[in-house]
Nanobody, 126 residues
Framework: QVRLVESGGGLVQPGGSLRLSCVASGFTFDNYAIAWFRQAPGKEREGVSCISSSDSKTYYADSVKGRFTVSRDNAKNTLYLQMNNLKTEDTANYYC???????????????????WGKGTLVTVSS
């Protein structure tokens, strides 16, 4: 069965960095775009970034452009999210997700995803 397992969350001060990882199993990782979403307390889940399968083209929410970098290691079936210059408003549960049909589905939001990880909590606070 498809599994997506996130790790790397934690408590960090504003301006700090974290790297999230997502290990995938149960499907041919190379063939799929993979995305990161996040959900802050009391808010809807929102897309953060997506990376395509074929050419590793990347897409970012405006709120994280220039600070976050998504990458993938197909040999390790792993997705990464390097987060720099973190802000308090980045505090959220971060979820790894498999869009139904590439990164175009990512722009459909939660309705464009067929599998989710359980999430990892990122807290940005002084």
């Amino acid at each position: 069965q498809v599994r997506l397992v996130e790790s790397g969350g934690g408590l960090v001060q504003p301006g700090g960095s974290l790297r999230l990882s997502c290990v995938a199993s149960g499907f041919t990782f190379d063939n799929y775009a993979i995305a990161w979403f996040r959900q802050a307390p009391g808010k809807e889940r929102e897309g953060v970034s997506c990376i395509s399968s074929s050419d590793s083209k990347t897409y970012y929410a405006d709120s994280v452009k220039g600070r976050f970098t998504v990458s993938r290691d197909n040999a390790k079936n792993t997705l990464y999210l390097q987060m720099n210059n973190l802000k308090t408003e980045d505090t959220a549960n971060y979820y790894c997700a498999r869009p139904v049909a590439g990164c175009s589905s990512y722009y459909a939001g939660v309705n464009g995803v067929d599998y989710w990880g359980k999430g990892t909590l990122v807290t940005v606070s002084s």
